[in-house]
Structure formats: structure tokens, C-alpha cells
């Protein structure tokens, strides 16, 4: 912020709402008076034009009745205004004022009245021109050395320059290589149009050569003429300035030099009239408008520059003399005499703020009020915090963290149709010719006090999908019910992870002193019937993947634990069950008749998840109908990793197909854009070559894109159902792992975290990095067993791993560790060396027994193909021998 603002002169506000731009100010003895005075000309994208002379009375007043002299509406969005001869027969100056498709000039007159208030303006049209293009901006000057009158040149937003030779249109013609329009100015010294391209260069073009060029108009006709009229566009210098420009002047010390400057977004830029870069100066802040004019040093010029952030620089060259602060960010800046004031700078805003200031030393200082001094009395201080503690506590108790009272605010339960539905309401479901049933849960929502915006949502595990999963309530009276209607269908031909279900419901709770409310929020969970993605089918004998389940308890009938799967099955086959997913595998469920165990085998390794699961939760609820509390349920290994890494290899595996054809299709679009810009030059030369094949090639690239885009999307799909089997597999694993080892609930939550830190997965943090660094952490802390193991340090960043093998190492020796009596915590002991006490008294293996075996050495102490009912439990682990035996 600058220590001295602008002296404010004289300032006014411009209509309401309005909009305004660089284009839309100007200063110039409009009205031909003769005095030395100039005129404020103001512009707005309304169509109003404003014609301003202020004299205040005093300094700093506002605008009066008489400092208005016209104010006129055009009905069109004014662009630009101008002043100069614009008019053939005569020197005097008139007003150019530039629509976005007509140019109008007209003649500004006064006419004295018997009294002070009886001056009359009035602004005559001395002629228009229709355009044919939109216009974005207009220059002006004696164009080809013409003295006596000024033309106008017109630049439209497709970049063709169109001149003006006063009343008659002159010629247009195409700027080569223009994508977009930029600012635009002309050098009296070397008859030129100076511009800034898209292509971030300061381009600068003759007027006789533009007035030689084809005429744009015909430049078909031109095409098929074999003597062309014309000559081709050809740019007299360029230079790369590498920036965007916001604005050109020209400025003229004589007629044997003049400069060039240019307004970049960083930067602006001093020219010599060949192209040259006399100098150039970066800028602090983002710059909003300028203008360079003469300075009373000989050889020097003065630039106006003002920003974002309210300020006015004033640069001799490069060196900044002064800085003062506006009351708004200024898009035009002028300088001009007004009312006998020479050098009086006016500044306009975007919103109208119309401000005219001078430069003074007057500080703008803020002195602190003296604060007055008072001897402190404690006892009243006590009695003030004691009051501002129960404040504090009354607003606790009031729920800013409602633990207690939130369930108590909002009850919602959800209820599962024992039925699945009578008429289906599965939409747009993909799953091959299997009938896809539907089922519905209704969400009940009870309030005890008055909430505000309450707001259901409901999430199922893809492919499951639902009729509606959004609903919003009002609870505008306490003790009011409210109930949503759900269905819950199978979208795709591919196994859900899990069949659970959860609602979660926000709302606000007003208090006293929030009458918004506080937010809040509440959730319940429900289970979903295995019936819905699953039908019964014919047991198979033969499957590539098995598990087996010991319990403690004589085997029950499996007839009475799925009772919705008994109608393919015998009578007499009580100890076999067969299912098959929708649209998927078979699985088979057999029971021991001999022994207390049981067999779930698949043709596929994820889908024994989701019977093994349903498995066990119906023995336990079997077991706890009949009052028997203590059944437990084992797993006596070995963990099947190795079909759980096949798994991990094909979920990465489409990961780095992903971000290969990423790279293919952003390599293809550039190549195609490139294309693009190749055939748009040629199209828009004035002597156009031949295509040489690049319509081809155009046609070609695009077919590339395309394909690649599909198969991009092909290999998200892919991904998404990869991802979704190896949740069911890393479920499986985690569960078996629980069972084999007896993990605690705690534990197994530990290893849940660890192995399921996502619910969706995405290209830039996938799973594998996630897993891999909070096994990591498990294998540092909890199941180090060394302290030279704790000192290592993890990485802090997340990146895609090139291949799995270190995942799996890790995962390997997780198992290992916990086989070893290891034990899983968070707290903070788990840095702590752990002895290694083996379960049963057993003595533990030696640490230089496990840990320097190879990977394949470890991978296949946890993993086998094919694990069979035995009579007599097999174990490969030794550890545990003493335990079965």
C-alpha cells in the first residue's frame, strides 16, 4: 500500500450495474471549442455515452449539474471510443464511436443559453458504417502518410484488419495465423499496425502492404486467377514477448523516433519502432491498465501503470518515481487539462468509477486513539471468567459434540423385505440372461425435536444398485415419522465385495444460539439377503479353489441354514448345497459327516468370500438360538496367498495399461490438435498450397483418438471390476487370517485398516501403494522384531509402485510374523520388541529360521492350491503342530 493516495479532484459514479473497459475512455476537445480544454468522453457496454467537463468549486467535490453536458443512449454495447478528423472536408475533430457490428462518427455541438444551465449538447451522426464481422477494437491515424485527416482501421474478432477512408470502406484484410484478436495500434512514423498475436508475439505490418495485399473479400475469386492482383501478407517484424498482451501504445518524441510499448501480464515492454527491445521491466503485481507519454527529460518517456491491488506507478523508463493509491482498480487511464488544471489524471473503474486526481505529498496516516488507562480490579475479573466458563460449558452441553443426545434427536432404522419383490425393479441391469430380482428396504426416520434440511443418503457396495439413493426431509414438528422406499438390485454380471448396506442421514439441530442449527449426523447399517445376487444351482464335484472351516460344534444341516436354497437339492443331501452368483461362477458348500468341518470350493478364488462369510454367520445365529454361547469357528491353514497375489498382478497390471494408453491418447490429441493448426493455416493463406495429405492424416488421428478413448474406458471398467474382486479376495484373506490365528475384534479391525484404506480406487493413489505403506508400519511398530527395524524410516510420499513384488514380500512376512505369535496393537507399546510366546506353550521358532528364507520359500509355506477334507488335520506350518496335536 503507497503512504500517499491520489488527491482526489473530482469524481463521479456512472450509472448502475454498467460495465466498462479500457476502450471506453477518452480525453479530447470534442466539442471543437477551441480553449485547451479537454472533455472527458465516456463509453459504457449498456450503450450509454457520457460527455463530462468538471470544474468544482472546490477540491474534492463531487459531480455537479452542469459538469454533464450529454448523455445519450445508443441502444448498442459501446466497445470504443475515439476523437479525431474523422470527417472529409474539414480539420476539425469529431467522435468515433465502435458497436460490436456498426461504426458510427458523429459531430459534438453546443449551443450557450440566456443562463448558466441553458448550455445544450447535442451530437449529430455524420455517417455510419455496417460491419459485416464483430468488432473488438478500432486505431486510428493519417494512414499512409495522408495529412489533414485521420482514418480508422477496425480489427474484428476472426483478426481481419478493415480500413476506413472516412465515409468509404477501403479494403479488409486477414492478419495470417490470427487464432484470437489482440490489442491493436498504429505508428504514424512507419505506417504500420502493430499488434499482439495469439502466438505471444508483437507483430507489426505496413499499411502499403496491407493496401496491396489480396483483398479478403475475394480471395476465391483471387484463388482461380492465374495473374493475382494482389500480393501475399507478409509481416514486416516480429518478437516474442511470451506473454499474453493487455494493452499497445505508440508514442512519438518527433518524427525521426518513436516507441512501441506493450502491456504484458508480468511485464511491460519498451520498443524501438524496428522491433527492437529498448527495455523492459517486470512487474510486482498484476497490472490493469497504462499509458506512456512524453517526459520533460529529453529522451525519456513516462509511464502510467495501474494494478489490481488500487495502485498507480508512475516509471521514468524503468525506475518508478511515485506511487499513490486509488480508491478502485482502474481498467483506463488518461491524462489530460481540465478546467485550466494541466496534467490532471482520470481513471475509470469497471463499474463506473470515474475519478479525476492530481499527485500530492499529503500522508494518509492512521493515528491509534489514546487508549485510556485503568487500574485492573481482580475480584471483578474472577467473576467474569467464572461467567465465560459457563458459557463455555452450557454450549458443550448443548451439542457441540453430540455424542450422546445425537440418537436421541433423529432415530432411523431400516427394515429389509424377508421377500424378494413380486415385479422386479431392476433398470438398465447387465447381467447376461439370468432374471435379476429386486428387493426392498424401507428407512424409517423419527424425530424428537424440530431439525432443519435433513438429508438421506444410502450406499450400497457396487454392482449393487438402488431406485433412489437421496432423500430430503423436513422435520418442522417434533414426534413426525417419516419413511423412504428403497429397492436394491444387481446392475452387473459381477460379485459384490459386500451385502451390507448403510443410510446415513445429515441434518441441523437449531439451539438458542444457533437458529441455523448444528450440524449433525446419524447412520445405521443394514444387511441385504444372500438370495439377491445368488440362486441355487447343482453342487459340483470338482472346483479349482477350496477352503476349509473347523468348528466345535457336530456339523448342522445345511437345508435348515439356507433354507432359500433347498429346492434343487435332495432329501437326503442334507451336507451339500450348490449357488451360483448371477451372471457368474458356481460355488459348492459341503458339509463333514465325520468330522466337525466344512468345504466351500469355487471355480474362482473371490467368490468363496461372500458363502464362506454368510457361512458363518448363519452358524452363529444357529448356535445362539440354542443358547450355546461358546462355539467358535478355525481355520487350520495354510492362508491361500498365493491365488490372493494373482489377483494383486492383475489388478496392477490393468493399472499400468491405464496410464499407458493415457499417455498414447494425450500423445495422439496433441498430435491431432497439431493437425488441426497445420490445415487451418493453409485454409486461411491468402495463396493456399496443397493439403498434402493431411486430411488423412487428420482423419487417421481421430480414428486413433477414438479408439483410445474406448479403450480407456474399457480398461476403467475392467478396473473397477478387478478392484471389486480383490476387495472379496483381501475380505477372504483377512478373515482367514482372523480364524487361523484367533486375532481379536480389534486386531482384525487393524488389519481391515490396513488392507482397505479406499472404497474406490483411482489412477493417481491406488491400493497397492496404500497397502504396501501401512504393512509397512505394521512390520516397523507392532510386529518389529528388532529395534533396528523401528529406526528405519518409511517414505513419506506415495508413489506407484513399478511392480508388486515388494507388496508382496511384505504381505508374506506379515503372515509370517503373526504365525510367529505376533500380535497386532496401535498403542503406544507397539514400538516395543514383542517376545515371541507361542500359543500352547510351545517353543517359538528361531528369528534366523523364517526371516532369511527366500520369497518363494515363504510364498509357499502360506500357499496351496487345493486343501481337502481330511479326517486328520494336516498343518505345514511346525509351529502349530503342537497346538493341533
Known sequence: MSLFKARDWWSTVLGEKEEFDQGCLCLADVDNSGNGQDKIIVGSFTGYLRIFNPHPVRTGDGTQAEDLLLEVHLRDPILQVEVGKFVS???????????????????VSGTLGNVEHGNQYQIKLMYEHNLQRTACNMTYGPFGGIKGRDLICIQSMDGMLMAFEQESYAFGRFLPGCLLPGPLAYSSRTDSFITVSSCR?????????????????????????????????????????????????VVSFNQSASLVFVLGERNFFCLKDNGQIRFMKKLDCSPSCFLPYCSVSEGTTNILIGNHRSLLHIYQDVTLKWATQLPHVPVAVRVGNLHDLKGVIVTLSDDGRLQCSYLGTDPSLFQAPKVESRELNYDELDVEMKELQKIIRDVKSQGVWPMTEREEDLRISAVVSPNLD????????????????????????????????????????????????????????????????????????????????????????????????????????????????????????????????????????????????????????????????????????????????????????????????ELILHLKEHFEKQGIKDFTCSFSGPVPLQEYFELIDHHFELRINGEKLEELLSERAVQFRAIQRRLLTRFKDKTPAPLQHLDTLLDGTYKQVIALADAVEKNQDDLFQSFARLKSATRLVIMLIGLWQKLSTDQMAILEAAFLPLQEDVQELGWEEMVDAAVAHLLKTCLSKSSKEQALNLSSQLNMPKDTSRLKKHITLLCERLAKGGRLCVSTDAAAPQP????????????????????????DLFTNHKHLITETPTCDVPALQGVLE
Open 422 to 613: 413380486s415385479v422386479s425393479q431392476a433398470t438398465n441391469a447387465e447381467v447376461g440372461n439370468d432374471f435379476v430380482p429386486s428387493i426392498t428396504v424401507k428407512l424409517t426416520l423419527q424425530n424428537r425435536v424440530v431439525l432443519h434440511k435433513a438429508k438421506l443418503s444410502i450406499y450400497v457396495q457396487p454392482p449393487l444398485a438402488l431406485t433412489c439413493d437421496q432423500f430430503t426431509f423436513d422435520f418442522i414438528e417434533p414426534e413426525v415419522t417419516n419413511t423412504a422406499v428403497v429397492s436394491v438390485y444387481l446392475a452387473r454380471s459381477y460379485t459384490a465385495s459386500e451385502l451390507e448396506g448403510n443410510a446415513v442421514v445429515s441434518y441441523f439441530r437449531p439451539t438458542d444460539r444457533n437458529p441455523d442449527g448444528i450440524p449433525r449426523v446419524n447412520q445405521c447399517k443394514f444387511r441385504l439377503p444372500l438370495k439377491l445376487i445368488c440362486v441355487p444351482d447343482q453342487p459340483s464335484k470338482s472346483a479349482n479353489h477350496k477352503l476349509t472351516i473347523d468348528t466345535n460344534k457336530p456339523p448342522v444341516n445345511l437345508l435348515s441354514l439356507f433354507p432359500g436354497f433347498a429346492s434343487q437339492s435332495d432329501d437326503d443331501q442334507v451336507n451339500i448345497l450348490g449357488f451360483r452368483f448371477l451372471g457368474g461362477s458356481r460355488i459348492t458348500l459341503l458339509a463333514s459327516k465325520t468330522s466337525q468341518r466344512y468345504r466351500i470350493q469355487s471355480e474362482h478364488f473371490e467368490d468363496l468370500w461372500l458363502i464362506t462369510k
Open 836 to 859: 515371541i510366546v507361542m500359543p500352547g506353550g510351545s517353543t517359538p521358532i528361531p528369528e534366523s529360521d523364517l526371516e532369511e528364507r527366500s520369497l518363494e520359500d515363504s510364498a
Open 89 to 107: 472536408g474539414t480539420e476539425m475533430l469529431h467522435l468515433a464511436v465502435l458497436h460490436s457490428r456498426k461504426l458510427c462518427v458523429y459531430a
Open 201 to 249: 508475439h508483437v507483430e507489426s505490418y505496413k499499411y502499403q502492404v496491407l493496401a496491396f495485399a489480396t483483398d479478403a473479400d475475394r480471395r476465391q475469386e483471387a484463388e482461380h486467377q492465374k495473374l493475382g492482383s494482389g500480393k501475399r501478407l507478409v509481416v514486416d517484424w516480429t518478437l516474442n514477448i511470451g506473454e499474453q498482451a493487455l494493452d499497445i501504445c
